[in-house]
């Protein structure tokens, strides 16, 4: 089993409508969590941080349930320049080390 | 201020021939690692380092030596490049509190 799993997708979104998705993390001691955003040939740049019982910037909002052993993140009124690759990121341990899933993608039509 | 830069941005190699790749930063962070992404694997650690002159081993380190001589630049090394360490390699940097990782433009690494 993988230590941090997503759902590859992708998942298809009309402009507009909501769209959410789960990343699962197998260490519960884990700390921290991000949400990467990942556009085609290009470097993950950070979205959002989830520190604890989670997180909004904007139209993204971001959730963390620990009992349950994962993260989601959910975006409002999605636009086409939401089209992404989306990486769950997570620090299992106080060190700098992090793990990170394989990424979902979204495919935002008009 | 350029965040983070890696050099090369693509390369080709033979197979057997050795290469460095070189990431910097200028945000004085403490951190800084190598990835590999290969598709539908997300990013593995390879190595990574938690201070100047410090460097440590992670997920696949295996065919890879790093260096850190100077706090701002990371040293990846290929020795002896195999066909397998095809990918994109990424480098990236984080510190202070809130281990916000800043990554470089990536290089694209071919060996045949």
């Not at chain 2, 021939?17 to 598709?39: G, K």
Request: charged share 20%.
């Amino acid at each position: 089993r993988k230590e941090v799993e997503q759902d590859p997708g992708p998942f298809n979104v009309p402009e507009g409508a909501t769209v959410a998705f789960n990343c699962t993390y197998s260490n519960s001691a884990s700390q921290s969590f991000f949400w990467y955003r990942q556009d085609c040939r290009k470097e993950p740049k950070l979205l959002m941080s989830v520190y604890s019982s989670g997180n909004e910037d904007g139209r993204f909002t971001a959730q963390l349930n620990r009992a349950s052993q994962y993260i989601s993140l959910l975006i409002r009124d999605s636009k086409l320049s939401d089209s992404a690759t989306y990486l769950c990121v997570v620090n299992p341990d106080s060190w700098g080390k992090f793990q990170f899933g394989a990424g979902t993608q979204v495919v935002v039509t008009p | 201020n350029a965040g983070v830069t890696q050099t090369p941005k693509f390369r080709v190699l033979k197979t057997g021939q050795s290469m460095t790749l070189l990431c910097a930063q200028d945000m004085n962070h403490e951190y800084m690692y190598w990835y590999r992404q290969d598709p539908g694997m997300g990013l593995r650690l390879i190595h990574y380092s938690v201070g100047e002159g410090t460097t440590a081993k992670g997920e696949v380190p295996d065919g890879y030596n790093v260096s850190r001589l100077k706090k701002q630049n990371f040293l990846l090394g290929l020795e002896s490049a195999a066909p397998s360490q095809t990918s994109v390699y990424f480098c990236a940097s984080c510190g202070g509190s809130s281990y916000e990782q800043y990554f470089g433009p990536g290089t694209r690494l071919t060996v045949t």
